[in-house]
């Protein structure tokens, strides 16, 4: 069974650092990535997808991929009170880690 | 684009009656949508993937005759929560696949449950 673990946090950072969030994943063969981020009380809406290993930037985010490390990071830089959220990564699209709590402080 | 919408936005109901939850894909078609419940601090789980002019695929542990689901067009999945209970409360989130590869998922806004 393919299992994606996460640290659930809370991870604490001061504003305008850089939030890092890690992601292990269980199953080998597995092909796509995706973070997630879901405020309180409402539904998960994507940040990145990645597919292949290396870096993935979109603006404040960017995603990392290690395949023989089975192993995806997402990292924020200058973090803002408003990225404070749980953050979900998911693999081959339907399985999803318990989710790291960010906190940013002001 | 790959805007999902769910009505309603909340529901209350009594014990042993009955919930419609509709899932809509606004500006894509969608041969294939999924059911998630979550619980209060805790992740998505995964109940239900709908497909369109078929019969639904439930997950392990979920009863197909309580939870039903219909996918009648290629923009419209319907979950019904039947004779509800208050351990039925949940927060009910449905989701589509869209984007390059169709493996990202877009997700309605959720639908807040709560049984009396």
């Known amino acids: 069974q393919k299992e994606v673990e996460q640290n659930s946090g809370p991870l604490s950072v001061p504003e305008g650092a850089i939030a890092s969030l890690n992601c292990t994943y269980s199953d080998r063969v597995s092909q796509s990535f995706f973070w997630y981020r879901q405020y309180s009380g409402k539904s998960p809406e994507l940040i990145m997808s990645?597919?292949?290993?290396g870096d993935k930037e979109d603006g404040r985010f960017t995603a990392q991929l290690n395949k023989a490390s089975q192993y995806v990071s997402l990292l924020i830089r200058d973090s803002q009170p408003s990225d404070s959220a749980t953050y979900l990564c998911a693999v081959d699209m339907l399985t999803f880690g318990g989710g790291t709590r960010l906190m940013v402080k002001p | 684009g790959a805007v999902v919408s769910q009505h309603p936005s909340w529901v209350i109901c009594k014990s042993g009656t009955s919930v419609k939850i509709e899932c809509r894909s606004l500006?894509?078609?969608?041969?294939?949508m999924f059911w998630y419940r979550q619980f209060p601090k805790q992740s998505l789980m995964l109940m239900a993937t709908?497909?369109?002019?078929?019969?639904?695929?439930?997950e392990q542990g979920v009863e197909k005759d309580k939870f039903l689901i219909n996918h009648a067009s290629l923009t419209l999945s319907t979950l019904t929560v039947t004779s509800a209970h208050p351990e039925d409360s949940s927060f009910y989130i449905c989701?589509?696949?869209?984007?390059?590869?169709?493996?990202?998922?877009?997700f309605g806004p959720g639908t807040r449950l709560t049984v009396t």
């Open positions: 989701s589509a696949p869209a984007g390059e590869t169709n493996h990202e998922q877009y």
């Open positions: 709908s497909n369109e002019g078929s019969k639904a695929t439930y």
């Open positions: 500006d894509f078609q969608a041969t294939t």
């Open positions: 990645i597919y292949s290993n």
